[in-house]
């Protein structure tokens, strides 16, 4: 096929703006698929799956058009969309020539559309402004475009106006994508050079590649060869990605992108990002440079009920199938048992990974207090990787620490502007940046310590500004920091689960509330019980749970029978999910407390 008919586009984004509504209506305008076929599409996934046997994960699609009697191939080229996967999405928009980036008409720019914006600038993309929802009656499409142009610096003058739900303005949107985005360069008959953008597992195919072929093409029964790991493997079969039929294909040339089937059983070697050439005539360079998936946040996932270990570690195995960013490995907690330490890319990631565990595989999970990864230079001149915060060596081996930090960005509406830097002072956060983007909306741009945001501030910032301010961040660098290690004990035993990593100023609050809340949560036993805090040896903070007769209905002085039974039951159920400490029983929220800690 000739390049000059191809153009390969992603659409970027805030979420919410509209992305999914308008890939399907640009899927519509190019006839591929009929309005009945799109609501179908929409409302029952499951059937099509079956239909195309392919499982829909990657909603990449290639479509026809024809515009002033051209045949065109246009590749619309799908983004996970959140920084979470900010390595997955740098690598669709390095297989994309442009980008449409949307912005809600009555929202206007918010703090993932920036972020966007400079992964697709990194990337060297034509960037075609889109305002969508111009039929909300709230709808102020120039004040957006002013936005556009003062938050991005791009001219935004020929922006295009659609509303996705009406079908407004699309004809002239497609058109656009063929006359302002850049046909794709690339040399189709030299060796073949293509990146795995995306990749995921399908029952009855295997694991699948979503490409973008750069020079020469993939066919049918070529040996090709991984360029990281330079495992070889046959060609079995070729797709393009088509979201209701299965397209299959003899070869994917040059400029094009298609799905490649090599028969693997896991997605474990097919790594987005990754270079594809021939075995025996390779390209000389990969497409760009190739970075495993590197985990940014971990956390202890224990099974509740510790017969189901082994359960666990079956679910994870079957997830990591379909998400090789996904990284594990066994940890024993004096307090919890036996679970998992595992790697995540972000808090998203952690919550969807949590979530599909306990609902796809019906376990019930204690996670553990989310921890970054600090690096801690040691007196004797070697360097360790802490993951957990109970692993820290003894302080006097320790030189420095240094934890990792994100450039956060924050865009609200200026009557919450006050609120919000008090909050970003509260997490150890420093001013980079505060523009102005019209009289209504600020931007700011904060370098701040990872840790300080896994946790809760984004339900902050929710709270703080009812809902308005967006927030979305970046790893940056790591810096020194004057950490310690807050520990708390349980008549005397160190809760392993609940050690965390706190800067030295905010222990003896944290360490206070701590216990506190810990008191609140344990259950009275039949002997006193101590609950501290510590730094090292010493004791920051105290608090006792006063011991109690072995009924436990005595305090109901009086015969309120319903209630005493209420108590009862309560304790019943209380008791399938506690925790034995020492002697102590333990109940789950006194470990969730520690995440919800100011
Ligand atoms: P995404 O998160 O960017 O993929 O956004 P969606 O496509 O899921 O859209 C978010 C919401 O906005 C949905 O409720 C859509 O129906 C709605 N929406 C999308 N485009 C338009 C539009 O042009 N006009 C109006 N009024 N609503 C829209
Ligand atoms: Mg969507």
Known sequence: MDLKHIRNFSIIAHIDHGKSTLADRIIQECGSVTERELKSQMMDTMDIEQ??????????VRLDYVKDGEHYVLNLIDTPGHVDFSYEVSKSLASSDGALLIVDAA??????TIANVYLALDNNLELLPVINKIDLPAAEPERVAEEIESSIGIDA???LMVSAKTGVGIRELVDAIVDRIPAPVGDPVAPTKAIIYDSWFDPYLGALALVRVFDGSIRKKQIVKLMSNNEQHEVLDLMYPHPLKKM????????????????LKDVGTLNVGDTITDAKNPTAEPVGDYEPAKPFVFAGLYPIDTDKFEDLRDALDKLRLNDSSLSYEPETSIALGFGFRVGFLGMLHMEVVKERLEREFDLDLIATAPSVVYDVYLTDGSTQEVHNPSELPPVNHIERIEEPYVKATVITPTEYLGNIMNLLVAKRGLQEKMDYLNEERVLLEYSVPMNEIVVDFYDKLKSISKGYASFDYEPTDFREGDL?????RVAGDVVDALSVIVPREQAEQRGRALVKSMKELIPRQLFEVAVQASVGNKVIARETV?????NVTAKCYGGDITRKRK???KQKAGKKRMKAIGKVQLPQEAFMSVLKMD
Do not use: N
């Not at 239909?51 to 990449?60: C, F, L, M, P, V």
């Not at 310690?484 to 708390?488: A, H, I, S």
């Open 51 to 60: 239909e195309r046997g392919i499982t829909i994960k990657a909603q990449s």
């Open 107 to 112: 929202q206007g720019v918010e703090a993932q």
């Open 157 to 159: 003058t020929d922006a």
């Open 248 to 263: 299959k294909t003899d070869s994917i040339g040059s400029g094009e992108i298609g799905i490649v089937v090599l028969g």
């Open 484 to 488: 310690v290690k807050l520990d708390v």
């Open 546 to 550: 006063k011991s109690m007769g072995k």
């Open 567 to 569: 108590l009862l039951e």
